[in-house]
């Protein structure tokens, strides 16, 4: 079974650019979430989609962004980048939502810098 | 890598011997805990989780315990080996209608032949 798939892995952007990450979760999964992890502040929750809904976002700018198709892929946008985006952006997936207590599979990450 | 701002702390131990790594939580009501092990250059990888109304759950070669009266979980990692190096950490879910992870430190396990 192939496990969380994110792409692009690596990317190189400007200030003030906008860039889409995308993640395909495992077969069957439901709910994606976005996390990002930076030296500084570790790992961050960002937004959690399921069936193609937002159901909770993390305390980051209106610049971050999201959504889920009907196929459970999810992209996330980030507009106007700054250098304080520079990040690895990471995908997790599970079967269900809050209160399912199912654990959360990671992708590798897309790592994005901003110069 | 990805963590090494947070001046993690390091556990250093020796091939073969048994590894317990601690993590305090922060909120009485999550009700869900996992651990990630994070090699460089990858994303977490699960290990093992449990729910709150247990106070010990067994895997391969780990054991996880939760005690909630002060809020404090542990990774123990039986005959550590090379492989097993990596930064670990906890993650708990507040409950609810949500997936959201809130993430501990970490912890840098280096594992000495």
């Known amino acids: 079974k192939a496990g969380v798939t994110q792409t692009p892995r690596y990317l190189i952007k400007t200030r003030g650019q906008q860039v889409t990450l995308s993640c395909s979760p495992i077969?069957?999964?439901?709910?994606v979430s976005w996390y990002q992890q930076t030296p500084g502040q570790g790992l961050q929750f960002l937004f959690e989609?399921?069936?193609?809904?937002?159901?909770n976002k993390g305390n980051f700018p209106g610049r971050f962004s999201g959504r889920q198709f009907s196929n459970s892929r999810s992209e996330m946008n980030v507009s106007t980048l700054e250098l304080g985006d520079s990040a690895l952006y990471l995908c997790?997936?599970?079967?269900?939502?809050?209160?399912?207590?199912?654990?959360?599979?990671f992708g590798d990450g897309t790592r994005l810098s901003i110069l | 890598g990805e963590n090494v701002g947070l001046h993690l702390p390091t556990l250093s131990v020796q091939e073969g011997d048994n590894s317990i790594i601690n993590c305090a939580y922060s909120?009485?009501?999550?009700?869900?805990f996992i651990w990630y092990k994070q090699e460089s250059g990858k994303g977490p990888q699960f290990i093992i989780d449990?729910?709150?109304?247990?106070d010990k759950r067994q895997g391969q070669r780990v054991t996880v315990l939760l005690n909630k009266t002060v809020k404090h979980l542990s990774l123990q990692i039986a005959a550590t080996q090379p492989g097993d190096s990596a930064v670990y950490f906890c993650?708990?879910?507040?409950?609810?209608?949500?997936?959201?992870?809130?993430f501990g430190t970490g912890t840098l396990l280096a594992v000495q032949p």
């Open positions: 997790a997936s599970s079967l269900g939502s809050g209160g399912s207590n199912q654990p959360q599979h």
């Open positions: 077969s069957g999964h439901r709910s």
């Open positions: 989609y399921f069936s193609e809904t937002q159901r």
């Open positions: 909120n009485s009501a999550s009700d869900y």
């Open positions: 449990i729910r709150s109304n247990m």
């Open positions: 993650a708990e879910n507040y409950g609810g209608a949500t997936n959201k992870l809130i």
